[in-house]
């Protein structure tokens, strides 16, 4: 079966522009995480949902990140009045349950350059 | 607290040669999971194992094998007659059981090149 897919691969954007990233998870799969890696930086962990609903977003570094994720599968997170600092890559895992000892499956992610 | 240390930033050596990646970690408590991740230059993660903490077998899985050690806090990565297709970056991960969802706290990774 297809793995998790991200789209855009690859986003250029003025600052303070909004953008939207997207993740489709694996079928089945009902935990959906969002992690950002910055240039020589390990992964940074933003967000997760178990199914539709986010129960921790304490990793969202600003009130300008949001993220939905609507019937249980696409996820979207939206940058609001970007900023040069947010360039980075948004990498989108997906889980079968909602369990730590869970695999996560990993995107190819969105490279994303605030110009 | 949580953490995960990857010490070593950059490693070069030179194909054939073994390699070992060193994580250590920090946590406080008794039941959680260790994993080790692939990063090759596409960019997607690769899963490549998980151990839970009650599990001290070391294992070994082709070239890879991994040495977990509690009394160190310490979940060693060694490759045995390294290829360049290894080089990548790996990333040591540590989740917590009580923890709510599976956040995964990543270490900051370690550079491997393979020189031909």
């Known amino acids: 079966g297809a793995g998790v897919s991200q789209s855009p691969s690859n986003k250029v954007t003025e600052k303070g522009k909004d953008v939207e990233l997207r993740c489709d998870p694996i079928?089945?799969?009902?935990?959906l995480y969002w992690y950002r890696q910055s240039l020589g930086q390990g992964l940074e962990f933003l967000i997760y949902?178990?199914?539709?609903?986010?129960?921790?977003k304490s990793g969202l570094p600003s009130d300008r990140f949001s993220a939905e994720r609507t019937g249980g599968s696409v996820s979207t997170l939206t940058i609001q009045r970007t900023q040069q600092e947010d360039s980075a890559v948004y990498l989108c895992?997906?889980?079968?349950?909602?369990?730590?000892?869970?695999?996560?499956?990993f995107g190819a992610g969105t490279r994303l350059s605030v110009l | 607290a949580q953490k995960v240390t990857q010490a070593q930033t950059e490693i070069s050596v030179v194909e054939k040669e073994d390699v070992t990646l060193d994580c250590v970690y920090e946590?406080?408590?008794?039941?959680?999971?260790l994993f080790w991740y692939k990063q090759p230059p596409s960019g997607e993660l690769v899963f490549l194992i998980r151990?839970?903490?009650?599990?001290?077998q070391n294992e070994i899985s082709g070239r890879y094998s991994w040495n977990f050690q509690k009394s160190t806090s310490s979940f060693n990565f060694t490759i045995t007659a390294s290829q360049v297709v290894d080089s990548a970056v790996y990333f040591c991960?540590?989740?917590?059981?009580?923890?709510?969802?599976?956040?995964?706290?990543f270490g900051k990774g370690t550079r491997l090149h393979i020189l031909p």
């Open positions: 895992a997906s889980s079968p349950q909602w369990e730590a000892k869970n695999i996560q499956y």
């Open positions: 079928s089945g799969h009902t935990a």
């Open positions: 949902f178990q199914g539709n609903s986010a129960p921790d």
């Open positions: 946590t406080r408590d008794t039941t959680y999971y």
């Open positions: 151990r839970n903490s009650f599990d001290e």
């Open positions: 991960a540590l989740s917590e059981a009580r923890i709510r969802g599976d956040k995964i706290i």
